[in-house]
């Protein structure tokens, strides 16, 4: 299991250094990226949110960093798409691939699984499940498909093990965009980390 980050190029994009990677491919958000890496990330974050809100939106910068990190700054509610990618070994399937309408903002919804309702959806297509059934839990590749998609059981506390070691990477990344942050947005590093924090659900770093 690990959280990765859906990357759309950004052609032009020279606001701080990126890496080079295809559209609609996922990056894995951990402690090991490298400063072009963590300067994509941020970016896709960043345009992920660049919306402003309906109501009562707040006065837009004029410059071209200003504008681009706006929405990320401002917005109440932000997205980072995404989510927990999980892949089966033994067979080489990916489970809950992350679809649209689920994202690394929700990725607490696996917490539901193991200690709330006991199940929880990530998107669709596919539209992967997880299903809490006593000491067992089922992911299910597409529970909306005719035979439902390949499916794979595993204990809950491995489960749990899973996700602290998901969670735990994407602390690691926040602390990582926070000491990139400080480098290549100085001026802006404070509210940057702390909206990364919101984004992907996490509390900010000290």
């Known amino acids: 299991m690990r959280p990765v980050l859906e990357i759309c190029v950004a052609d032009g994009f020279a606001l701080w250094p990126i890496g080079e990677h295809e559209s609609y491919s996922y990056l894995v958000l951990d402690g090991k990226l490298t400063p072009r890496e963590v300067g994509t990330a941020v ?8 919306s402003e809100p309906e109501d ?7 410059d ?3 504008t681009f990190l706006h929405g990320l700054l401002t917005l109440p509610d932000l997205v ?3 989510g927990f990618r999980v892949t089966d070994d033994a067979t080489g399937t990916v489970f809950v691939e992350p679809g649209c309408c689920s994202g690394l903002e929700t990725w607490r919804d696996w917490l539901e699984v193991l200690d709330g ?19 067992t839990v089922r992911l299910t590749l597409d529970a909306h498909a005719k035979d439902a998609g390949p499916t794979t059981e595993l204990p809950v506390d491995q489960l749990r093990t899973l996700v602290t070691g998901a969670e735990q990477d994407l602390r690691d ?3 990582l965009a926070a000491t990139w942050a400080e480098e290549h947005l100085p001026a802006q590093a404070a509210p940057v980390t702390a909206a990364l924090a919101r984004a992907l659900d996490l509390e900010p770093t000290p």
């Open 64 to 66: 071209p960093l200003g």
């Open 43 to 50: 970016m896709r974050i960043a345009d992920c949110n660049g």
């Open 173 to 175: 990344f926040l602390a």
């Open 56 to 62: 009562k939106p707040e006065p837009c910068s004029t």
């Open 80 to 82: 980072a798409n995404g």
């Open 117 to 135: 309702t006991g199940c929880a959806s990530f998107g669709h297509d596919p539209f992967s499940t997880a299903e809490r059934v006593g000491d």
